[in-house]
C-alpha cells in the first residue's frame, strides 16, 4: 500500500492483516482506523473517500494486533460501565464481570449520601474507585496498588473524571498504607495460581495482577485477615470461579455476620460479600 490511500481502502486491507488471528476483524480494522484518524464511527462511515496518511504507523499497529496484542492497550481505551477509560499496558485491562462488584456495592448500601471511607486495594486503571465514587458523592476513598505504573494509569483516569479531591491514591501492599478507619473494603485482587497456563494474550499484562501465589487465593485470604483483625464492617471481593469452597472454609470457625456470593451471567461464582 503507499503512503496515503482512502478510508474505504485502507479499512479492507487492515481487515486482511487481521482476519487470521482476530475474530471480528472487520470491526477491528475501523477501531484501529478511528483511533490513528481520532474520528468517531459516524465520520468513518461517512467519509469513505478521505484520505488516510501515515500508513506505516498505522499498519504496524495492525501488525501487532495480529500478534494478540491486546487492542485496547494499542488504542489506550477501554470502555467500563459504560464509560470511557485510559489504559495502558501498566494496569490491567478491565474486564466485563467487575461491572458485577460496582452493582454489588451498590445494593449493599441504600443510603448513596453517606459519608464513608471506601478502601480499594489494587486499584489498577482505577475504574472500581472511580465508577463508585461517581455513585457514592459523599464518600472518601483511599486507592492502593503495588505498582507505580498502575497508580500513575489510575492518576490518568481519576483526573480525566475530575476526582483528585475524593481518590487518594497510596503506593503499597494491601493495608499497610492505610492507617483509617475503613467502613468498605473493596478489591478486586490477583487470584490466579502462579502455575496456571493462560492463554497467549494475557502475556501482555501485569503478572503481578493476575497471579495471586501458588494456590491463587493467597491474596484473598490476607485481605480476609485484615478484615477480621480490623472488625471492617464490609468487604467485597472479586474471586475465581473455583474459589468459593475454600473461602468458605477459611471463614467457618471465624465470628462474621453473613457471607453472601454474587455469580456471574454464566453463572459462575464471582466474588462475595463479607459482613463483620
Ligand atoms: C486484578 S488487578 C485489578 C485492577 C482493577 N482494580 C480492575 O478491577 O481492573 C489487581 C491489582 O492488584 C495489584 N496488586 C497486586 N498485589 C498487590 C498487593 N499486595 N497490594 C496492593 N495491590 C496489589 C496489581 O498491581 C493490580 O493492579
Known amino acids: 500500500m503507499s503512503s496515503t490511500s482512502i478510508v474505504k481502502d485502507v479499512l479492507e486491507e487492515l481487515t486482511s492483516v487481521l482476519m487470521y488471528n482476530v475474530p471480528r476483524a472487520a470491526r477491528e480494522a475501523q477501531l484501529l482506523l478511528m483511533h490513528h484518524l481520532g474520528c468517531d464511527e459516524l465520520w468513518l462511515i461517512t467519509h469513505q473517500r478521505s484520505e488516510v496518511d501515515e500508513l506505516d504507523k498505522l499498519f504496524?499497529?495492525?501488525?501487532?494486533?495480529?500478534?494478540?496484542?491486546?487492542?485496547?492497550?494499542?488504542?489506550?481505551?477501554?470502555?467500563?460501565?459504560?464509560?470511557?477509560?485510559?489504559?495502558?499496558?501498566?494496569?490491567?485491562?478491565?474486564?466485563?464481570?467487575?461491572?458485577?462488584?460496582?452493582d454489588e456495592v451498590l445494593a449493599n448500601v441504600a443510603d448513596k449520601e453517606a459519608v464513608l471511607t471506601f478502601v480499594e486495594v489494587g486499584v489498577g486503571s482505577g475504574i472500581i474507585s472511580i465508577m463508585l465514587a461517581k455513585h457514592f458523592k459523599n464518600a472518601?476513598?483511599?486507592?492502593?496498588?503495588?505498582?507505580?505504573?498502575?497508580?500513575?494509569?489510575?492518576?490518568?483516569n481519576i483526573e480525566k473524571f475530575s476526582l483528585e479531591e475524593r481518590i487518594?491514591?497510596?503506593?503499597?501492599?494491601?493495608?499497610?498504607?492505610?492507617?483509617?478507619?475503613?467502613?468498605?473494603?473493596?478489591?478486586?485482587?490477583p487470584y490466579i495460581a502462579n502455575d496456571a497456563k493462560l492463554?497467549?494474550?494475557?502475556?501482555?499484562?501485569?503478572?503481578?495482577?493476575?497471579?495471586?501465589?501458588?494456590?491463587?487465593?493467597?491474596?484473598?485470604?490476607?485481605?480476609?485477615?485484615?478484615?477480621?483483625?480490623?472488625?471492617?464492617?464490609?468487604?467485597?471481593?472479586?474471586?475465581?470461579?473455583?474459589?468459593?469452597?475454600?473461602?468458605?472454609?477459611y471463614l467457618q470457625n471465624t465470628k462474621i455476620s453473613s457471607l453472601k456470593f454474587y455469580k456471574d451471567l454464566s453463572g459462575f461464582d464471582r466474588g462475595f460479600t463479607l459482613k463483620v
Open 199 to 249: 492463554e497467549h494474550n494475557l502475556s501482555y499484562e501485569p503478572q503481578n495482577a493476575l497471579f495471586g501465589g501458588d494456590i491463587g487465593d493467597e491474596i484473598i485470604k490476607k485481605l480476609l485477615n485484615e478484615v477480621l483483625k480490623l472488625g471492617i464492617n464490609l468487604f467485597t471481593c472479586e474471586i475465581g470461579y473455583e474459589q468459593k469452597g475454600k473461602i468458605t472454609q
Open 140 to 156: 472518601k476513598f483511599i486507592a492502593v496498588d503495588i505498582s507505580q505504573d498502575a497508580l500513575n494509569i489510575a492518576k490518568k
Open 168 to 189: 487518594e491514591l497510596r503506593l503499597g501492599s494491601l493495608l499497610d498504607p492505610v492507617e483509617e478507619s475503613i467502613d468498605y473494603l473493596i478489591s478486586n485482587p
Open 60 to 102: 504496524e499497529l495492525a501488525k501487532r494486533r495480529a500478534k494478540n496484542e491486546p487492542l485496547e492497550y494499542l488504542t489506550n481505551k477501554v470502555s467500563f460501565y459504560s464509560e470511557e477509560f485510559f489504559i495502558a499496558p501498566g494496569a490491567l485491562i478491565p474486564r466485563p464481570e467487575t461491572e458485577l462488584l460496582i
